[in-house]
Structure formats: structure tokens, C-alpha cells
């Protein structure tokens, strides 16, 4: 008799960011998604992500400081999507850092960047040459000072960082 695994059809990744306060992340996740939530809560919402496909939830919780997460980001198909979100991130207030023909993650990238309330940077982003030799050096930044305003996100407010 033959082992044989059932397919699993996954609908969408789901992320669940814990956040200081969901009214004010509200504010920045409707611009950097462009879309509304479609559930809110006291201490909770949800944005059901079409494209990308995301179950990306907002839970209020008390921290202190940033937990280990790195940085977030959504993978666009050309240089073009990115200054597309860019302009339209721009459009809606929130501040962008740029990041053009940069080694980042052994791969050539163009990317910008924005930061939430809680400090955590989101990044859209292209590949355009993939799979660099490890020799080759890494020039992506994506840590901001901790002085640095929430969202507010500009070259000189980079601290020197290791590549993803």
C-alpha cells in the first residue's frame, strides 16, 4: 500500500503583529495596505489581503521593546510595482526610505521602506538578479535609530545593519 499525501490548499499566509495600541496602528496599516480592516475589536483588528494574499492581524498587547521579528516585506514583480506602492505610500503620508540596485540578502534589489507605530519596517521589494556569491557585500540597511520619529524613515536615520 502507497503512503500518498493529500494536497493541502493554503489560502493565505497569516501574520499576527502584536501592537502598543490598535487605534493608532489602524491609521498606519490602512495607508500601507490601502484597504480597511475587515473586523475591528477592542484591542483587535484584521485586514483580509487580497494581493498579496494575508490574514494580517493586529493585537493589542503591552511590550516595551521591539520582540525579535526583523523586518516585514511584500515581494512586487518589477522595479515599477515598487515606486507604484512607493508613490502611493507617499500619497497617503506615510514616509519612505529608498533603496535602489542594492546587494541585499545575496540578490540585487530595488526596495523602499516604511516603519509602523511600533517601529517594525516594512519593505516592497524586486529581485533583480538572485543568488549573489556570498562574497559579495551586503549594503541593505533596515534599522533605524531608535531616536528616530515613528515613521519617519530617511537615509541618514540608518544605523549600520547585518543583511536580512
Not at 534599522?143 to 530617511?154: A, R, W, Y
Request: negative net charge; contains cysteine; charged residues 25%.
Amino acid at each position: 500500500m502507497q503512503n500518498e499525501e493529500k494536497a493541502v490548499h493554503a489560502l493565505k499566509a497569516h501574520l499576527a503583529l502584536n501592537v502598543k495600541d490598535v487605534t493608532v496602528s489602524l491609521e498606519f496599516y490602512r495607508k500601507l495596505l490601502g484597504i480597511e480592516p475587515s473586523k475591528v475589536r477592542t484591542g483587535y483588528a484584521k485586514f483580509d489581503v487580497q494581493n498579496p494574499p494575508l490574514n494580517l492581524t493586529l493585537n493589542q498587547h503591552a511590550f516595551n521593546e521591539r520582540g525579535a521579528l526583523s523586518h516585514l516585506g511584500i515581494q512586487v514583480a518589477s522595479t515599477d510595482d515598487v515606486l507604484a506602492v512607493r508613490e502611493r505610500w507617499a500619497e497617503v503620508g506615510l514616509l519612505t526610505r529608498d533603496e535602489m540596485q542594492t546587494s541585499c540578502c545575496y540578490a540585487l534589489q530595488d526596495k523602499t521602506w516604511v516603519r509602523d507605530p511600533d517601529g517594525n519596517e516594512w519593505e516592497v521589494f524586486v529581485v533583480l538578479e538572485d543568488n549573489l556569491a556570498e562574497t559579495a557585500p551586503c549594503a541593505c540597511s533596515t534599522k533605524l535609530e531608535e531616536t528616530t520619529p515613528i515613521g519617519i524613515t530617511n537615509a541618514s536615520a540608518v544605523n549600520e545593519a547585518s543583511c536580512c
